[in-house]
């Protein structure tokens, strides 16, 4: 059997969110503030199984959901970053 030339090979998606070795940085990045957050304490493994246990509750929160829900989330409790097109997030009601 002849090998496939791959020289042309497109790959089907071009705008894939961000890994990590083979988690989503989001999630990741959860994972690690809690280890780092345990690091800083003194309670290493106390801080790895949070850490652990966030971002297994993070990832199955955004199972389903929009690629953007950190951006949103973030924006939904902090009000930040500002975006000058949108009304404040503390007005919870659009007229219009």
């Known amino acids: ?3 496939q ?3 042309h090979y497109i ?3 071009l705008d894939s969110a961000g890994k990590f070795l083979f988690w989503d940085f989001d999630v990741a990045g959860i994972g690690l503030i809690g280890v780092l957050i345990g690091l800083g304490v003194g ?3 106390l801080g790895l199984l949070a850490g652990v246990g966030l971002a297994y ?3 199955k ?3 389903g959901k929009h ?3 950190a951006a949103h989330l973030l924006y939904w409790c902090t009000g930040l970053p500002a975006p000058k097109d949108l009304p404040g997030s503390h007005l919870r009601e659009l007229n219009g």
């Open 43 to 45: 309670y290493t493994l």
């Open 11 to 13: 790959p089907r998606r």
């Open 61 to 63: 929160l955004k199972t």
């Open 1 to 3: 059997m002849a090998q």
């Open 57 to 59: 509750a993070y990832g």
């Open 5 to 7: 030339d791959l020289s």
């Open 67 to 69: 690629p953007g829900l």
